[in-house]
Structure formats: C-alpha cells, structure tokens
C-alpha cells in the first residue's frame, strides 16, 4: 500500500524566513502529487498540484514544489514567508485507479510575526 | 470554481440517534465524491468513495452499516451516522472530483452526547 510521509511534524520560523516541507512518498508507478493548506478554522484548500511535465510547480500565494522522481519527494517551499502563511500542510498523493488520495500527517506552521 | 459545501457545519445528538450530513458540488458535477474523518490534530482518514448511481466504496475497517452513503445526483452524497455514539464524535469532511483533482468541503464537526 501506498504511503505518504511528512517528515516535520511541527515548524516554527520568523516573518520573511523561507520555509521548505518535505514529503516523500511510497510508490513505484505513476502519481499524481498535491499540497493541500488548511488555515485555523477553514477547510482544506487546494496549494499545488503537479501530475506531468516540469516538476518545478508554481502554485497560489508564492509557494512552489518540486518533484524529484528518484526521491519520491515533493518538497514545499517558500521564499519569504508571512503571518498569515500559519497553517497546516498536507501533502497528498493520487496513484492508480479511482483517484484516492493518501494523506500524509500534515505539517504545522507558525509563523511569529 | 470548484466549491464544495457541507451542511451542517456542526452538529450535536444524543447517543442512538441518526445523523444526516450532505455534501455538495456547487459549481460542477462529480460522479465522484470522497468522505473523511479527521481527528484532532490528526490528518484525514479517508472512509469511503462515493459513487453516483452506484453503491459506495468503503476503506478497510470502516463498517457500511453505520456509516450509509447515498450519492443520488452528480451534486450530492450524504453520509448518514447511524446509530452514533460518543466515539463517533469526529470532524467529517467530504471532497469532490474535478477532473483529477479533490476540493474539499469546510467539514462537519459531530459531537455525540
């Protein structure tokens, strides 16, 4: 079965630090990758997805991820974070039939003003 | 686009009663929808694949008698706690296909007496 991992459980950095989570996943065919952000008090929202192509993906509000196949990674990152960037991060993965997604534990950010 | 609604928001019963919760698809049509639990600070579970027009998909451990699934359009499916008891007090959260991609709905937090 597949799995997904997030490696940091909880991040805590300053305004305009860059931030990185890591993700990797476990599965040896074809995936589909997705991050996914949850502010305090509102629903998962949809960040970024990659599923072919260049695997340097630009998604909302300055965050990009890149996959690297070899490591079934797919690492978030952000130049300069904000206060407002607090939230929980999901990374998520869609492999084989029937688009299930396998969540990984969710990463949560602070970020101090 | 892409906006998906839970009703209700949240809900308090007593042990024994049943539960209705819905899920919409405002603004597109799924034939596939997806239902979660999350626990606190916990990531999401997924319980179930909603299917339109056919009987839903349940994950391992999950037991389709309590929780009924019913996806009678391409912009509804309602998942119904039967019998619910303390311990099925959790956050439910439903997501919709587009194309590849699941948007989620705000959730429904249950709280059994």
């Known amino acids: 079965a597949q799995s997904v991992s997030q490696h940091n459980h909880h991040v805590i950095l300053s305004e305009a630090a860059s931030l990185e989570l890591g993700c990797n996943y476990s599965?040896?065919?074809?995936?589909?990758l997705f991050w996914y952000v949850q502010y305090p008090g509102q629903h998962l929202q949809l960040l970024l997805k990659y599923f072919s192509g260049d695997p340097l993906v630009k998604g909302i509000k300055g965050f990009e991820a890149e996959f690297i196949k070899s490591k079934f990674s797919f690492n978030l990152r952000k130049p300069s974070v904000q206060w407002s960037d607090t939230a929980e991060y999901f990374c998520?993965?869609?492999?084989?039939?029937?688009?299930?997604?396998?969540f990984g534990g969710g990463t949560r950010v602070l970020v101090k003003p | 686009g892409a906006v998906v609604s839970q009703h209700p928001s949240r809900v308090i019963c007593k042990s024994g009663t049943s539960v209705k919760i819905e899920c919409r698809s405002l603004d597109f049509q799924a034939t596939t929808m997806f239902w979660y639990r999350q626990f606190p600070k916990q990531s999401l579970m997924l319980m179930a694949t909603?299917?339109?027009?056919?009987?839903?998909?349940?994950e391992q451990g999950v037991e389709k008698d309590k929780f009924l699934i019913n996806h009678a359009s391409l912009t509804l499916s309602t998942l119904t706690v039967t019998s619910a008891h303390p311990e099925d007090s959790s956050f439910y959260i439903c997501s919709a296909n587009q194309g590849e991609t699941q948007y989620f709905g705000p959730g429904t937090r249950l709280l059994v007496l």
């Open positions: 998520a993965v869609n492999a084989g039939a029937g688009n299930k997604l396998t």
């Open positions: 599965y040896g065919g074809t995936v589909n």
């Open positions: 909603s299917n339109e027009g056919s009987k839903a998909t349940y």
